[in-house]
């Protein structure tokens, strides 16, 4: 798949001088409008706050608006359930994300008039096999570590919780402060408040090149058309280092990470209430069935690094169906209702890249990779704060881009 109008296999073809060229004259122009690079959840939330607060805010994306990353997710919003050893950082980010997630909610769905389907679910993390269970029990006493509000279940405790685990379930980590949105009612209840706040939306136009001049972003060229603008941001997932004009000091260190997943439809006889999140021992597959309001079950996801192919495949289907079949045995007479694969951004050390950059007026908001949902208000407040105010979250500072430079 191209990048904003970058062809994959060669992005120095383009130069900021050879696209912009015949628009220089034009970038001398003054002007304060905002240019956001991306409409995913994270560059929708970005506008919506700044074009609420009064802002000339134009966002441009390659495609329509939330059909990359934020459209393949299963939308759970999980620090607890996800965390890692020596991610203590992105664990801060991630429950500080969490703790902002019902006032942001309850803000877009005011500006939008609709619902994204957030559900304050909890999550419960299960273990079949010995070696689940050591694993499992691994997490667990690391999450204590922690001081996260977590608690181990018997496999019986786990069932009562949600009836529809296999017996062979043998022992659980219960997570209740984890929770869940629509991803994509959120998608779309974004788009609608950002419109609606005024601020302007260039779906499926490419952004070609961005202009910098004197280390000062300038504007932006798409569709053969100039755009000035007195700050530019960043939030083109993992296409974001291919967009053309980026000196190297600003260019992130993004990669695509390719997530399959699968929706089914519940029936009475298989009918799961809370969200399950199965780590497979033997092959560290990942599988979660995530149930949502209307009775579509998500399955996913897979974490394949395959480049920009985003397409679908027979192994990573069957992997995901395999192990989320092992804890719930039930879903084998689902009707399968889509299947979906998208690219999600990973940074480096797999957390996200955050605020200004070496080159004035470019502004960073990318790198999310599984957390995009999860990260979306957090990002959306501190990078509004930053522009509007010139203030740099203490929230963010750990996450800027300066920190691969070493």
């Known amino acids: 798949m191209p990048a904003q109008g970058v062809e994959e296999s060669h992005p120095s073809r383009f130069s900021t001088r050879s696209r912009a060229a015949p628009f220089l004259g034009l970038f001398q122009l003054a002007s304060d409008r905002i240019i956001i690079v991306g409409a995913g959840i994270i560059g929708l939330g970005i506008g919506w706050r700044l074009a609420r607060a009064g802002r000339d805010v134009l966002i441009f994306d390659r495609d329509r608006a939330g059909q990359a990353a934020s459209r393949a997710s299963a939308g759970m919003l999980t620090p607890l359930a996800e965390v890692r050893h020596e991610e203590e950082a992105l664990l801060r980010l991630g429950l500080k994300g969490l703790e902002q997630f019902p006032d942001f909610v309850a803000e877009l769905e005011s500006d939008s008039g609709m619902s994204v389907g957030y559900r304050p679910d909890g999550v419960l993390l299960v273990g079949v096999t010995r070696d689940d269970i050591e694993y499992l029990r691994f997490r667990y006493d690391y999450q204590r570590d922690l001081g996260l509000p977590v608690e181990w279940m018997s496999g019986g405790q786990a069932r009562a919780r949600e009836p529809q685990l296999s017996p062979q379930v043998g022992a659980a980590v219960w997570c209740p402060g984890d929770h869940q949105v629509d991803n994509r009612l959120m998608v779309k209840a974004l788009r609608r408040a950002f419109l609606k706040a005024g601020g302007s939306l260039m779906e499926s136009t490419p952004v070609e090149t961005i202009h910098v001049a004197q280390d000062r972003v300038r504007g932006i060229v798409a569709g053969n058309k100039a755009y000035q603008a007195a700050t530019i941001i960043l939030a083109a997932g993992c296409w974001s280092r291919l967009i053309p004009g980026l000196p190297g000091p600003a260019r992130p260190p993004v990669r695509p990470v390719r997530g399959q997943i699968l929706r089914l439809q519940m029936t009475e006889d ?76 990973g940074s480096r050390d797999d957390a996200p890249i955050l605020g200004n950059t070496p080159i004035h007026g470019l502004i960073m908001a990318t790198g999310h990779y599984r957390k995009g949902i999860l990260l979306a208000p957090i990002t959306a407040y501190a990078i509004a704060e930053l522009v509007l105010n010139g203030n740099t979250s203490e929230d963010i500072r750990p996450f800027g881009i300066g920190r691969f430079a070493a």
């Open 270 to 345: 298989c009918t799961v209430k809370t969200i399950v999140w199965y780590n497979r021992a033997a092959s560290s597959a990942v599988a979660y069935l995530c149930p949502k309001d209307g009775g579509h079950l998500v399955l996913g996801a897979t974490s394949e690094e395959m480049g920009f192919d985003d397409g679908l495949t027979a192994g990573g289907i069957f992997e995901l169906l395999r192990a989320a079949w092992e804890v719930v045995p039930g879903i084998y007479d689902l009707p399968i209702i889509e299947t979906a694969a998208g690219l999600r951004p």
